[in-house]
């Protein structure tokens, strides 16, 4: 490896029959799988090494059966006695174990680049969490359940100050010393109030004994945080770390937090990046879940397609003929031209844009008798279904325009004929932006194709 630092993940799976049945709060467990490989893989293709900290069921998992290449795996996890509720305590674990520095990361984090703390850092982690009433509310619970926190966390309490976080999608550093006093602060922390730990949410406990409390004792010593995202996060969806469509050309770091392991459109974006990426483990990964008894989310890889209450309510089987394998077939071919084309400028000028056949008309629903909204409904191949997309009256005119190919150029030279002509001599630039964002959305929600 080029840098001193160890870069290392962890794994612990809950016991049961079937380990690649395990979720880990995605859709449906290949999702999980495929996040494991995808931010393995990246981490190996970037740093060289990946170290793993698992239990046996985890080593079953990534190790024995997808096989990914992890420098070294270390079955520790075992024998540890916790909650399984509570999932930050595995990672806390492994924390404890280092003996040189570290970044560790978690099995949602995909990197493009090296990340940006310095190796010899003291402490690092993924970003500041500037986010005064999700943690104050978490409190509330805690207090009310007479939880008892540490010194450095009650004293950080008394001072009502805004309640500030970090983020550990990544985590580590070189003051191991710290880490020693942390862990141990938050082992003790979990101890105290194992009682306690049913009667609230455990979700946002995970989040209070492993990201509040780190940044709290980071406080007290004086020391400083070096973090992979520089902005304070003031929004706890965290839409700022999660762009696939600007992968690997301007998005290099993604964080796919607790929402987006539910939304179906972000499991699509995950599994198309490791399909166009690591194919032979995008199929592995499905192939060794179907053999295991377990159905596949993605209605492609199945008999019969699932019942429709199981997608969301923007979803529907629209009664039409369509020939979904070669429906597929262009759409897989797609995700590989989408991100060539709008990578530079050159390639957008050389590129044709048609809206896709199988789309249909635009209709104008009313919303509370008044409100009116454009809506179209586009073929999702993976999921054999149509997807409901409402659109703007911008996305309504560039629908119709591409009934027939248009080049970029064509096409911004038509559009600029709706925009004031005295704005477009000020906000060229812009109104190229625009356009091109809304061709980069429509080509990814398969509203429309490059052509050529």
């Not at 970044?103 to 949602?108: A, E, K, T």
């Not at 929004?235 to 607790?258: A, C, Q, W």
């Not at 906000?427 to 929600?445: P, Q, R, T």
Request: net charge neutral.
């Amino acid at each position: 490896m080029e840098s001193k630092v160890s870069i290392i993940q962890t794994l612990f799976l809950p016991g049961n029959d079937n380990p690649l049945s395990n979720t880990l709060g995605f859709l449906s467990p290949e999702f999980n799988w495929m996040s494991w490989a995808l931010s393995c893989l990246q981490l190996e293709e970037i740093y060289g090494e990946v170290e793993l900290y698992t239990n046996k069921a985890g080593k079953e998992v990534l190790i024995d059966q997808l096989k990914l290449p992890y420098s070294s795996v270390n079955v520790v996890l075992d024998d540890i006695d916790f909650p399984e509720s509570l999932w930050a305590y595995p990672k806390l674990y492994t924390y404890s174990l280092q003996k040189k520095p570290f970044f560790h990361i978690d099995g949602d984090v995909f990197i493009w680049e090296k990340l940006k703390p310095r190796s010899d850092a003291k402490l690092i982690a993924q970003n500041i969490e500037n986010t005064d009433n999700y943690y104050r509310e978490i409190f509330r619970t805690l207090i009310k359940e007479n939880f008892l926190f540490p010194d450095v966390i009650q004293k950080e309490i008394d001072t009502n100050q805004p309640f500030t976080s970090i983020n550990a999608g990544i985590i580590g550093g070189s003051d191991l010393d710290f880490f020693k006093d942390y862990t141990a602060k938050a082992f003790e922390f979990i101890t105290n109030n194992i009682q306690k730990v049913s009667l609230i949410n455990h979700g946002k406990f995970n989040m209070i004994f492993e990201q509040y409390l780190f940044y709290c004792l980071a406080k007290q010593k004086k020391l400083k945080i070096e973090c992979q995202i520089s902005e304070e996060t003031t929004d706890m969806t965290y839409k700022e770390s999660f762009n696939f469509l600007d992968v690997p050309y301007r998005t290099k770091y993604i964080h796919m937090v607790g929402s987006y392991k539910k939304s179906v459109d972000a499991c699509i974006l995950l599994a198309k990046r490791l399909k166009q990426n690591y194919p032979v483990y995008y199929y592995e990964i499905i192939n060794k879940c179907k053999s295991s008894g377990i159905i596949p989310f993605f209605n492609c890889y199945r008999d019969k397609r699932m019942p429709l209450n199981t997608l969301s309510g923007e979803y529907s089987y629209v009664q039409t003929r369509v020939n979904w394998p070669e429906l597929y077939a262009a759409q897989n071919k797609q995700q590989a031209l989408i991100e060539v084309t709008f990578n530079t400028l050159t390639n957008l000028n050389a590129s044709y844009f048609q809206t896709n056949k199988q789309v249909s008309q635009s209709q104008f629903l009313e919303v509370d008798g008044s409100e009116k909204k454009i809506y179209c409904e586009a073929p999702y191949s993976y999921l054999k279904a149509f997807k409901k997309i409402e659109c703007d009256e911008l996305d309504n005119v560039l629908i119709k325009l591409l009934r027939q190919p248009q080049s970029f150029k064509n096409l911004c030279y038509q559009l600029q004929k709706l925009f004031n002509e005295e704005e477009m001599k000020n906000e060229k630039d812009a109104f190229i932006e625009l356009i091109k964002l809304k061709l980069k959305n429509g080509c990814a929600s398969n509203l429309y194709y490059i052509i050529g």
